[in-house]
């Protein structure tokens, strides 16, 4: 598995070396699309594409965040969002378990890890995740057990929305944002292996219709004729395979 932070500078930097000639980084990574995907707030996406630190954040309080996030794009077929009732009985939990988590820790968001007397006033005890936990004498963080109900609700979520746990809760934000630019990064690898990828695209066209009117009148013809060149050898190419199709039925 590779490390977050050179992950996602790999991942950067592969992206731009592809972009090519005419097209800017902005012009390929859709800030909204990669928050919606990735669960990270949009101005944590611009640092991070900016290669700039995200501020910290207390890991319960990220995992309360994306559930509510999924909630919000993650739709059902009709465009309303999915209950609590409905996520919760998903992995055999009460609706008010999940609410009075969520709410709780959207109502008092702490810049720290709670400590475990405050969860268990909370009804919450030990659903904090097993990452840090600080001292309640000396402040200083330390492993917190790991499992517990936070753990198992959730595995339960992620399975409810993804077909299974795969950590998108939790992750950290680089790990998050590198996970939502391999679709982009692969999209521009087979551009690359086909040069006519981009330009099959719908946005390929319409960026090229928009370009259009900076082009001098040769300069434009010039495009028309390449374009009017390949169709014409694809149909020629169309014309031949239907020919050799017809002849080979003839001849059984």
């Not at 950067?12 to 012009?27: A, K, P, T, Y």
């Amino acid at each position: 598995m590779r490390e977050t932070r050179p992950a996602l500078a790999e991942t950067l930097s592969r992206i731009g070396s592809l972009i090519g000639d005419g097209r800017s980084r902005d012009d390929v990574l859709d800030v909204e699309r990669l928050s919606n995907e990735c669960g990270v707030p949009r101005d944590v996406v611009r640092m991070l594409l900016d290669g700039e630190e995200p501020p910290a954040e207390d890991i319960t309080d990220r995992i309360v965040r994306r559930i509510v996030h999924l909630r919000e794009t993650r739709l059902r077929p009709d465009g309303t969002r999915h209950s609590y009732d409905e996520i919760a009985a998903s992995y055999g939990a009460s609706r008010a378990s999940l609410s009075n988590l969520v709410n709780s820790r959207r109502k008092t968001p702490s810049p720290q890890m709670p400590t475990r007397q405050a969860l268990s006033r909370q009804g919450l005890s030990e659903q904090v995740p097993s990452e840090q936990v600080p001292s309640q004498q000396t402040g200083e963080r330390r492993p917190a057990r790991s499992g517990g109900p936070l753990a198992s609700t959730q595995a339960g979520i992620e399975t409810f929305f993804f077909g299974q746990p795969n950590g998108w809760l939790s992750a950290e934000p680089q790990t998050s944002l590198d996970n939502a630019l391999q679709s982009v990064l692969h999209g521009l690898e087979g551009e690359a292996a086909d040069p006519m990828a981009r330009l099959r695209g719908t946005h390929g066209l319409r960026e090229l219709a928009a370009r259009a009117p900076q082009l001098a009148e040769e300069e434009l013809q010039l495009v028309t004729d390449w374009i009017d060149t390949i169709l014409q050898r694809r149909n020629a190419q169309r014309v031949r395979g239907s020919g050799s199709d017809s002849s080979h039925t003839e001849g059984h």
